[in-house]
RNA sequence: GGCCCCGUCGUCUAGCGGCCCAGGACGCCGCCCUCUCAAGGCGGUAGCGCGAGUUCAAAUCUCGUCGGGGCUACCA
């Protein structure tokens, strides 16, 4: 939007600043992944900050968690500055709250919200400049009010969304030092922005309205304001902002399920800025590059699930098998793997891994798939077993597999010859193979629909092949 | 209530006054391929919230309106 601001010469130094709450949120992922393209296509610095100021509510564990999540995507603590401590920067944020005293900028406020109410007459009026001009010196239950000017008004200038004015006089005087002595978060977030020469700051639009009130307090404190860009909010189907609440947020779920890391990445950059062209799907280095910080959109971006696993499916398509093999490992293995663990074997399931590559959207789908090679006993769907080996479909389920049986015992083990087995016990009930193959299916894999029949039994071996079927045909 | 933001297919988006009776992707539907299911190929469905204005020309600019959302703590 504003050209000059988004200048290309201009030192880049971003940071990311979630506060840590116990898991990673998908909106803050998209956050900090914006800011680390920036960052890095402008051989930028990238700050990790955590902010963890209410005492109430953190925990030393949840940093680590906010480390490892970003090293999941990507970000790897050897590229960025941090993890630093927002409550490591008390004793600059109490010097900056006596600064705006000591400067006139801010004044002892001895009202508690009752009061204010009170006086007002309103919930929503907010603070009525009560204690503005008593001169009111430190003391219990005294807390510091930032002084806002009645007139005029305050621009932003935001890459993003360009200049937005917010009239003084409707902002009031907001407390910035508790009583306590502790600082709150909008000014320990400017004191800290400053401290460390943060030139823009990239974060989610619920912020925007608070801006103004930090950018008074930049001047306040003798510096220039970094650059704004709030990146549009990340919504559920309703278009409410997501929350933990009430949506799947978790990056931690979402990886248990088995979502790829660089597929979640460029799935999460695509929402709120899109690549040039007709692309979608591109490497990370690419993404990092062709990002622009002023090319972000305005409005919210719902994040659906639906073309999340569409781009998933897409990455574990273009795995190479090797690959696609190797980072299947935690879905076939405990706690995922219903099978005892002898039973599973890496060739057998490596011999099946191209077919199961392109049946799945996400990793965690890979488990049914190939569950009917380690386990005991077929783990049979009633659906698919009342709809093919009972009713009218008895009859010809019988025969077929009793012909299948037949013919199995001695025929070469290839998925040909298979196929050609159950080809010709169909051939002798007048069915199709398209017909003919799901009483053998559901026997053997217990479902309807699965991996390549005839792929499946010859890795499957015959003795376990014909038990199967046998035991398939005596529960008919 | 106040302040602020936003408004192109169901969804994510392209579009920056003529190239647009609006392009791509996901979803959905159909066809092809096919041992099931996928994958793949082909085709289809569907959108500029509304109203004024500016202009020879508006999805693109302006205003209004309607709708959605965010913020509104001695939380972060």
Redesign the pocket.
């Given at each position: 939007m504003t050209t000059s601001l988004a200048d290309d010469s201009s030192p880049v130094r971003v940071r990311f600043?979630?506060?840590p709450?116990g898991m990673f949120h998908v909106g803050s992922a998209r956050s900090s992944l914006f800011n680390w393209a920036f960052a890095k296509q402008r051989g930028g610095a990238f700050v990790l900050r955590i902010?963890?100021?209410?005492a109430?509510?953190n925990r030393p564990e949840w940093t680590e968690g906010i480390v490892s999540a970003m090293a999941w995507l990507g970000m790897d603590a050897s590229g960025y500055e941090g993890p630093l401590l927002?409550s490591g920067n008390t004793v600059k944020h109490a010097d900056a709250a006596q600064q705006l005293l000591a400067k006139g900028h801010a004044y002892y406020?001895?009202?508690?919200?009752e009061e204010?109410i009170a006086r007002t007459g309103?919930?929503?009026?907010?603070?009525d400049g009560h204690c503005r001009d008593l001169g009111l010196g430190p003391g219990p239950?005294?807390?510091l009010r930032f002084r806002t000017p009645d007139e005029g008004a305050t621009v932003v200038s935001d890459v993003?969304?360009?200049?937005?004015?917010?009239?003084n006089a409707?902002?009031?005087d907001?407390?910035v030092?508790?009583?306590?002595g502790?600082?709150?978060?909008?000014l320990?977030?400017v004191v800290d922005d400053i401290d460390m020469a943060i030139s823009h700051v990239v974060r989610?639009?619920?912020?925007?309205?608070?801006t103004p009130k930090q950018q008074m307090m930049w001047q306040a404190l003798d510096h220039e304001p970094p650059v704004w860009a709030?990146l549009?909010?990340l919504?559920n189907?309703?278009?409410?902002?997501l929350?933990k609440r009430r949506d799947k947020v978790a990056l931690e779920d979402y990886k248990a399920e088995g979502y790829l890391a660089e597929a979640m990445r460029n799935y999460l950059m695509?929402?709120?800025?899109?690549p040039?062209?007709?692309?979608?799907?591109l490497p990370w280095p690419t993404l990092i590059e062709e990002f622009r910080l002023d090319?972000v959109?305005?409005?919210?971006?719902?994040?659906?699930v639906?073309?999340l696993?569409?781009?998933n499916?897409?990455y574990i398509?273009e795995l190479a098998v090797e690959e696609f093999i190797a980072r299947s490992e935690p879905w076939l293995t405990a706690p995922v793997a219903p099978w005892r663990p002898e039973a599973f074997s890496v060739q057998a399931y490596a011999q099946l891994a191209p077919?199961v590559q392109?049946?799945?959207?996400v990793m965690s789908e890979i488990t049914a798939n190939v569950d009917f090679l380690f386990l005991d006993e077929p783990d049979f769907d009633e659906a698919s077993w009342a709809k093919t080996m009972t009713g009218g479909a008895a009859g010809v389920a019988a025969g077929i597999i009793d012909a299948t049986l037949h013919s199995l015992g001695t025929v070469a083990w290839d998925?040909d010859s298979i196929?050609a087995c159950?080809?010709q016990a169909g051939a002798e009930f007048g069915l199709?193979?398209?017909?003919?193959?799901?009483p053998v299916?559901v026997a053997v894999t217990g479902?309807?629909?699965?991996?390549?029949?005839?792929?499946?039994l010859q890795v499957l071996g015959r003795d376990a092949a014909i038990s199967r079927l046998e035991a398939a045909r005596a529960r008919i």
């Open positions: 600043a979630p506060s709450t902010e963890d100021t209410d109430s509510r927002q406020c001895s009202c508690t919200r204010i309103d919930q929503h009026r907010g603070y239950g005294r807390a993003i969304r360009g200049e937005v004015r917010f009239d409707a902002i009031d907001f407390p030092m508790r009583a306590d502790s600082v709150l978060f909008l320990a977030n989610g639009e619920e912020h925007l309205p608070n709030h549009p909010l919504v189907e309703k278009r409410q902002k929350s695509l929402l709120g800025w899109a040039s062209g007709d692309r979608e799907i090319e959109n305005l409005s919210p971006a719902f994040f659906d639906k073309k696993r569409a781009i499916g897409s398509r077919l392109t049946r799945v959207a998925a196929r159950v080809e199709k193979l398209g017909k003919a193959q799901a299916r479902r309807t629909t699965g991996l390549p029949l005839f792929e499946s």
